[in-house]
């Protein structure tokens, strides 16, 4: 059986990949240690997994989002995307081969954005579907960062 390795061991990404294990091999990283069997201390361990998904946090930027004060529906606020950066960067800085699913709040056009800086790697293709899902908080999207085979 080929492993699925997975980033973000949080409040969604803890449950998710605890009940995909039931049936599946899976690898889990987080920065924070957990106590599951399916986690490891070293990201380095999910360099050898045809895929990863990675469920990492993506705050809004404006932390009075919280719902403690009115807001005008009109703005547009966004994100802060340090973590799922952080992670793509550290598997092209590890020259991880296998497709990343990136399961969050980030937009399509975001993670297209995020693989160009990474492309610097000359190892990163972008692809997105259109494939958005609904959480227990409203709408994610799901998109794919696809790693080539050297």
């Given amino acids: 059986m080929k492993k699925i390795g997975w980033i973000g061991l949080g409040k969604c990404g803890l449950p998710i990949a605890e009940r995909i294990s039931q049936t599946c091999d899976v690898i889990a990283y987080d920065k924070l240690p957990k106590e599951t069997p399916i986690y490891t201390s ?5 360099m050898q997994t045809e895929i990863t998904f990675i ?7 404006n ?5 403690s ?8 606020e966004d994100y802060d995307y340090t973590a799922v950066n952080n992670v793509l960067l550290t598997l092209a800085n590890h020259n991880y081969q296998g497709v990343v699913v990136i399961s969050s709040t980030v937009s399509p056009g975001t993670t297209k954005q995020l693989a160009k800086k990474i492309q610097r790697s000359k190892n990163c293709l972008y692809a997105s579907y259109d494939t958005y899902w609904i959480s ?15």
Avoid at 42 to 46: A, E, K, M, R, S
């Fill in 63 to 67: 932390k009075t989002l919280d719902g």
């Fill in 69 to 76: 004060v009115p807001i005008d529906l009109q703005t547009v």
């Fill in 55 to 61: 469920l990492v946090e993506t705050p809004h930027i």
């Fill in 136 to 150: 227990g908080r409203g709408l994610c999207y799901c998109t794919y960062v696809f790693y080539r085979r050297k």
């Fill in 42 to 46: 070293n990201i380095v361990d999910l």
